[in-house]
């Protein structure tokens, strides 16, 4: 599967917000990661669908990977939807009925990824893998950009890797959390298609060189 590298927006400056975005499209993104915490999921408060809802009125048609942080989560799938997203992200432990809201998602025709958090085993990942799009593998714990990698989520892409090649479903595997090029090589090995970085991009002075040096180690 081709490698895409997903900026998140977390750490980009936001009183600038489309043109940061539009700056790191040129310079290279596949994708933009959009993460969303509610001060209750997670102990942070970051940005909701209308924010989504504006960045498309301005123009921004790229693919948007919305990765929700919030309890609880169905409504604001719903909102997510309406507001324009590609790929909507949950973690298991913000829904009481992960099935439906797995299918909430795709029948609102996005597609529906599934985040394990560091110490969440993959155990439901089999029962679920022919209805999700995308295997999120995060590798800090929610809630804040700039943390460090935890070298664990190294053997959990691994085996969530295997339980996607046994599906035989094209299913991406992303990476959520301390990526920089000197480990996106690292977790690419482990299986690892789709890269998350916050701060290791939109930290650098050049998001156009800082791109490229990811994409070399990528082979
Ligand atoms: C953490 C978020 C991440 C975060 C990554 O809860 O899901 O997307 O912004 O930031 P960096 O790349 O700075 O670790
Ligand atoms: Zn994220």
Redesign the pocket.
């Known amino acids: 599967m081709e490698h895409w590298i997903a900026p998140?927006i977390?750490?980009a400056d936001f009183s600038r917000l489309g043109d940061e975005i539009r700056t790191v499209l040129s310079a290279g993104a596949d994708l933009i990661?959009f993460?969303v915490?509610d001060n209750h999921y997670?102990p942070?408060l970051t940005i909701g669908p209308l924010v989504l809802k504006s960045l498309r009125k301005a123009g921004i048609d790229c693919q948007m990977d919305v990765?929700l942080?919030v309890k609880p989560v169905d409504r604001l799938v719903g909102d997510f939807l309406n507001a324009g997203a590609d790929i909507i992200t949950i973690h298991p432990e913000s829904t009481e009925h992960l099935h439906r809201t797995l299918c909430l998602i795709r029948e609102g025709g996005a597609k529906a990824g599934i985040v394990f958090n560091p110490a969440t085993p993959l155990t439901v990942l089999p029962e679920v893998i022919n209805l999700v799009d995308l295997v999120l593998v995060?590798s800090?714990?929610?809630?804040?950009?700039?943390?460090a990698?935890i070298n664990s989520s190294i053997d959990k892409l691994k085996a969530a890797r295997a339980i996607i090649d046994t599906s035989g479903r094209s299913v991406r595997l992303e990476i959520?959390?301390?990526?920089?090029a000197s480990n996106i090589g690292a977790v690419a090995r482990a299986g690892a298609d789709t890269f998350?970085?916050?701060?290791?991009?939109f930290?650098s002075d050049d998001y156009a060189a800082t791109i490229s040096a990811m994409r070399a180690e990528l082979g």
């Open positions: 998140s977390l750490a990661h993460d915490m997670v942070n990765h942080m995060m800090v714990n929610p809630g804040f950009g700039g943390q990698f959520d959390g301390g990526i920089k998350v970085a916050g701060s290791a991009i930290g």
